[in-house]
């Protein structure tokens, strides 16, 4: 094995992640009587008041009515959740119109040199038992170091971005075959555009290659939505966005609490 500065950066893992976009059957829905509806709503509210790891966002557009955002410790008790609000009475009134799996992840770009270079420096090989040993350890305390972003809270803002992206793996832009310290030093420069947006929205990166249809899935958190164009627009001029970033559907959401259910189910009158 080669024991050049590894291509591949490392990346911790977290709480496991879905979306559901859900449309709501409104004709199905109006045609209940007031108490039944009233019913249903709120077994969602009492629902969604016990499950601090989910959250439920009204969609604007065409892309569906209701978002369902899920934040859990595994893939187990993800299925859970979505088989939980399938059998809830509700659940007969509403049908997907799409869906995101994904894992809470932290790209290591600056780490992963570091921690190569000092194993190194201590004399191990890459791909030796005691190099592995000693690259767990080393992500073992990172990961206890960074909890908190591994396995955050949905926050409590009143808007959600929320879209897939991959980087570009075409003939003549492939993200792929860039040299680790060019990606690492474009990274660093994305991130910087980020962290000056720190204050104003809530950015939560999860990985879904392997598991759904593009490689990460980006929420953006924020009490004012202009803060989400802001920002993905100043991304857009960065390198590593500019030439190697691929995106795919937006989804904007409206935070519906519990309490505020009520008023979004609240059928069309003539």
Known sequence: MSTNIPTVPMTLEGA???????RVDWNAWTAL???????LVDELSQWLDAQSGSAAFGMLGHKGDLMLVHYRQDFAELLAAQRAVQRLGIGAYLSATSSYLSVVELGLYE???K????LKAKGLQPGTEEWDKAVEETLERQRGAMRGRLWPEIPNTKYICFYPMDRRRGEEKNWYTVPFAERQ??????GLVGRKYGGLVKQIISGSIGFDDWEWGVDLYADDALWFKRLIYEMRFDEVSAAYALFGAFYIGVRLKADELSSFFRPQTA
């Open 33 to 39: 009587d007031d108490e039944r509806r009233a019913a």
């Open 16 to 22: 496991s992640v879905l979306h559901q976009m859900l």
């Open 111 to 113: 780490s992963t040199r």
């Open 185 to 190: 030093r474009m990274m660093h420069e994305h």
């Open 115 to 118: 921690i190569v270079d000092e």
